[in-house]
């Protein structure tokens, strides 16, 4: 089964920006959504951000008004768009596409990506 690919990582400054990609091709425009998710080291998964496929989304109080998710599903793509990067974001973010039977949520599950790391430090 295809999976979702991210790339965009890498090490910034605080202060710097981000932009992550996770090209996941009939994902965008079939899931139930699409998700991005954080792991520092020696924390567990933290969930970021969702996108609907109605375009509707959410965001962890965190990073809200400095993070962006959006999806263009011509290219199979859901960006998150990182500002105003700080030490706290340094970790492996995953983009996992939400399966199952969409107005079921009991039966909801992840297809995950392999992640793509970002780190904030001066």
């Known amino acids: 089964q295809a999976k979702p690919v991210e790339s965009g990582g890498g090490s910034v400054h605080p202060g710097g920006s981000l932009r992550l990609s996770c090209t996941a091709p009939g994902f965008t425009s079939n899931s139930c959504g699409m998700d991005w998710y954080r792991q520092a080291v020696g924390n567990k998964h933290e969930w970021v951000s969702s996108i609907a496929p109605d375009g509707d989304t959410m965001y962890i109080d965190s990073v809200k008004g400095r993070f962006t998710v959006s999806q263009d599903n011509a290219k199979n793509t859901v960006y998150l768009q990182m500002t105003t990067l700080n030490p706290e974001d340094t970790a492996m973010y995953y983009c996992?596409?939400?399966?199952?039977?969409?107005?079921?949520?009991?039966?909801?599950?992840?297809?995950w990506g392999q992640g793509t790391q970002v780190t904030v430090s001066s």
């Open positions: 996992a596409a939400r399966s199952g039977t969409c107005y079921l949520a009991s039966s909801w599950y992840n297809i």
